[in-house]
């Protein structure tokens, strides 16, 4: 089984976007010599805890400062885009870097309606994003004799395309297009069973696979002890807490007691969109991705954590691959 990191490039309190993008580069650089197996960055938009919304733009700076991990995003919100923008500048990746682009593929917008309207994009346009799809398989795929539009470059680099879901409705999609499949489980898990189980019931072989390919998302918060681990978990906590109630900002820093600044009332709905999640020392992790991986089989982890120490978050993610390896 695989193992690769998404990472949303925190911006922590007392910090800044510069500083949250050397801290990826330095992630990157030792996933990369910890045998981890992709790299992901997510779109997201207005969020001022989050450097990632230039996300091609990234993976590229990312891509350059490593040598054989693969780059990619996961994912880009393909309703924020043109799929010939996306085709492009994925194309270009390919062409630059070589063979080791991902290009994972979401539905939904990055952000609310303000976004939206700041993009020049429309709320509707979810509604197409199975032809979007298709259409952006289209140009990146062989070459098309008589095309009316081409990508180029994009055309015949065949970057890898991965649909990204958090609900049925994005494993029926990648099950009848033969993609593969990541669920968004470290954050939205309700419906995780279901989904892995139509995917893979419904697959249909094609020209982008041949067998079902499913990757399990994964909060990971590993340090020396479970109480270390605990504490560094409150800050993905309280941002989550801050984000549900309308009120995103940078990464706070971890606290003894979750109690004090997130109320009680709330603690079972971060629970429960947080319960795909390994906390621990080497020993509790290790027992916690093991369970993950029998209960779901995935051919695929990615692990992903927002620490607001960068060193604490390169030690989590060393440990997280030793334990596993």
Do not use: C
């Not at 981890?36 to 996300?55: C, D, K, Q, V």
């Not at 080497?282 to 607001?308: C, N, S, W």
């Amino acid at each position: 089984m695989d193992l690769s990191i998404l990472d949303l490039a925190p911006v922590s309190e007392g910090s800044d976007a510069a500083t949250s993008i050397r801290n990826s580069v330095r992630l990157a650089q030792a996933a990369e010599t910890q045998g981890y197996r992709r790299y992901w960055l997510a779109e997201h938009h207005n969020m001022p805890g989050i450097a990632s919304a230039a996300t091609a733009v990234l993976i590229g700076h990312i891509a350059d400062h490593t040598r054989t991990i693969r780059v990619g995003a996961g994912g880009i919100m393909l309703p924020n885009h043109a799929p010939l923008a996306v085709a492009e500048a994925f194309g270009t990746l390919a062409t630059v870097h070589g063979p080791r682009m991902d290009l994972g593929l979401g539905r939904a917008p990055g952000g609310d309606g303000a976004v939206m309207q700041a993009l020049r994009r429309g709320m509707g346009r979810n509604d197409d994003f199975p032809n979007d799809v298709v259409e952006l398989l289209s140009y990146l795929g062989p070459e098309r004799p008589g095309a009316a539009v081409a990508a180029h470059p994009g055309q015949d680099t065949n970057v890898p395309v991965w649909i990204l879901g958090s609900s049925l409705y994005g494993a029926s999609l990648a099950a009848a297009l033969g993609l593969p499949y990541a669920f968004a489980s470290h954050f939205a898990p309700g419906d995780l069973d279901q989904a892995v189980q139509l995917y893979r019931d419904r697959f249909q072989p094609g020209p982008w696979g041949d067998a079902p390919r499913f990757m399990l998302a994964v909060n990971v918060f590993a340090a020396d002890t479970d109480e270390a681990a605990m504490k560094l978990r409150t800050s993905q906590q309280q941002s989550f807490y801050r984000l549900r109630t309308g009120a995103p900002g940078k990464l706070p820093p971890p606290v003894d007691d979750l109690s004090q600044v997130v109320p009680a009332q709330y603690h079972p709905t971060l629970d429960a969109a947080l319960r795909v999640t390994a906390a621990g020392s080497p020993q509790t992790v290790k027992r916690q991705l093991d369970d993950f991986a029998a209960r779901y089989r995935p051919d695929e982890m990615i692990l992903t954590g927002m620490i607001h120490d960068p060193d604490a978050r390169l030690r989590s993610f060393a440990i997280a691959a030793e334990v596993m390896r």
